[in-house]
Every structure is written in structure tokens, then in C-alpha cells.
């Protein structure tokens, strides 16, 4: 890489950074609503709608991270309850993807997928009557499971509940995670696994959660990937590695040109950043959300 191009992303990250943690300062014994007033907007462009998962912010009430994700720019929620719905709608903004059954004990072995299946049909409805977009599913863990074996399980329980989700208009997200480091014997760690759910199920209604952290730790080429697969991903979640957390020079993957190609495919969903910060909260989300509006 060019110097000037390590400069000009350094100049980036410390203005962001000065930007924030000015603000951080700024925040201190103030009300929620004063807090708000003095975030700076720095998702203005519009081409990523970006969202926030609400369990990497444990340290803010969910009115907080609505108010100062709505002044960054930041049009949505990730990973709520249905009973979390009315706090977004509130603050105008979206949940753009509602948490639904176990991630362990998922729609590949079928002791679950009875519980699952009944879970999901609650939340889309939920989810539906909200006017929001998404819910998440698992396949959950193999348990010696075949690969084979757990698509077969997997498309035979969405099935059961697919028609459901296009009567209401809500997309069952089903999503990718790494086996290597935080989820042991989960089985929709590859892509290629994921992708094959979608064709046999042949619905608009379920889609892939590319979560850009697990892929990473599971294959790497992700703006080859997202581009070969972009008929059967519906939804982003962000995040570094190594360790899940700030998306800064402090880790390897470089996320303008990653969302730059997430925008060239024409995607208009949400991306969500997922990624649990190390150091201020609000730093990590300013710079998140301004090198994200590409």
C-alpha cells in the first residue's frame, strides 16, 4: 500500500477518533436526550443502511443506543425481542433483525426443530405486525450430524414455516458462523452449506446472514464471496479479527472496500455492526459508521 494511502487512512481514524472522544467528553452528565443532540451525524450517504446489535452495548439502556445511533446515522437495531420493538419504533428506527430460537439447538436436528419452527412462526408474526424486515435462524450444532444430513434437516424444517414468513413479508435470516474459535460444532460454518439451504428451500424469504467476522475465521475472501453469493445473502453483521471487536487499523479486514462491494451489488438491506468494543463505546461506533458510508 502506498504511503499516502496509510496517511489517509490514519487522518481518517484520528479525526474520527478526536470526533468522538470530544464528544464522549462532551456526553458526561448530561440527559439521554442532551447526549443525543451532541453526537455527530457521520452516516449521511445512504448507500449502507447500518444497524447496531443491541448486546455488543451493554453499558447503555436501549433508549441511549437508539438516540445516539440515530444521530450517527445508523438506521437500525439488530437482535431484539419483539418486546424491544416499541423503544426503536419510538426513536423511528427499524429492528432489522429479531432474535428467534437457540443457536445450539437448531433447525438441523430434528429433537428441535418442533420448538424451532414454533419460535419462529411467533417472531415473524411479531416481526410482521411491526412492519420489520428480518429474523435470524440457526442450524445450531452438528452433534455427528453429517454435513448432508443437517441441509436436508435444515430445508425440511424451513419449508414448514416458509410460506409463513412470505404471507407476512418477514426474511428468515440463517446465519454463518465460525467453528474454529467461538462456536465448536456449529454446522453452518461454510458458505457453500448455506447457499445449498437456499436453492432447495427456493424462497425469497430465506436468505444467508454473512456475518463478515465468522467468515473470515472460517474462509477469507469475503469481497469474492459476498459478490459470487449476493442472490442469497439478506443481511450483513460487521466485526474484527483477530478478537470481534473494533473495526480499526488494530485488525485485518479493510471495511470501506468491503462495503463498497456490498454496495456495487445492488444490496439494499442492513448492515449490522456486531463487533464488541475494547475501548470507548462511542469511539468504536463513530468510526464504525463513518468508514462504513462508502
Not at 425481542?81 to 423503544?87: G, K, L, R, V
Not at 475472501?221 to 453469493?229: F, K, M, V, W, Y
Not at 450483513?236 to 471495511?255: A, C
Amino acid at each position: 500500500m502506498k504511503d499516502t494511502e496509510l496517511t489517509r487512512r490514519k487522518l481518517m481514524r484520528n479525526t474520527s477518533l478526536m470526533a468522538a472522544g470530544a464528544v464522549a467528553a462532551h456526553l458526561a452528565g448530561r440527559t439521554d436526550a442532551a447526549a443525543s443532540e451532541a453526537v455527530e451525524r457521520v452516516a449521511t450517504k445512504g448507500r449502507i443502511n447500518q444497524s447496531v446489535s443491541r448486546w455488543c452495548y451493554g453499558s447503555w439502556s436501549l433508549d441511549q443506543l437508539c438516540q445516539i445511533s440515530k444521530q450517527l446515522g445508523i438506521k437500525a437495531i439488530d437482535l431484539l425481542d419483539p418486546a424491544d420493538f416499541a423503544t426503536v419504533k419510538k426513536h423511528g428506527l427499524v429492528c432489522a433483525l429479531a432474535n428467534s430460537h437457540s443457536l445450539t439447538n437448531g433447525l438441523a436436528d430434528t429433537r428441535y426443530q418442533e420448538g424451532c419452527i414454533a419460535k419462529l412462526r411467533e417472531v415473524i408474526d411479531a416481526t410482521s405486525d411491526a412492519g420489520f424486515p428480518n429474523v435470524v435462524a440457526f442450524p445450531g450444532n452438528r452433534r455427528n450430524i453429517p454435513d448432508d444430513v443437517g441441509i436436508e434437516n435444515t430445508v425440511a424444517a424451513l419449508k414448514q414455516v416458509v410460506g409463513h414468513a412470505e404471507q407476512k413479508k418477514v426474511t428468515i435470516c440463517l446465519e454463518y458462523l465460525n467453528s474454529k474459535v467461538n462456536h465448536r460444532d456449529y454446522m453452518f460454518d461454510n458458505m457453500a452449506w448455506g447457499v445449498e439451504v437456499c436453492k432447495r428451500v427456493g424462497s425469497e424469504r430465506v436468505k444467508i446472514l454473512y456475518d463478515i467476522y465468522h467468515a473470515q475465521i472460517m474462509e477469507g475472501d469475503i469481497i469474492r464471496t459476498l459478490r459470487d453469493n449476493e442472490d442469497y445473502i439478506g443481511h450483513y453483521h460487521t466485526g474484527g479479527n483477530p478478537g470481534r471487536n473494533e473495526i480499526d487499523e488494530s485488525q485485518e479486514l479493510y471495511y470501506p472496500a468491503i462495503m463498497r462491494a456490498i454496495a456495487e451489488t445492488g444490496f439494499t438491506g442492513y448492515v449490522a455492526h456486531e463487533f464488541v468494543p475494547k475501548g470507548d463505546p462511542l469511539q468504536a461506533l463513530t468510526y464504525a459508521a463513518r468508514i462504513c458510508d462508502v
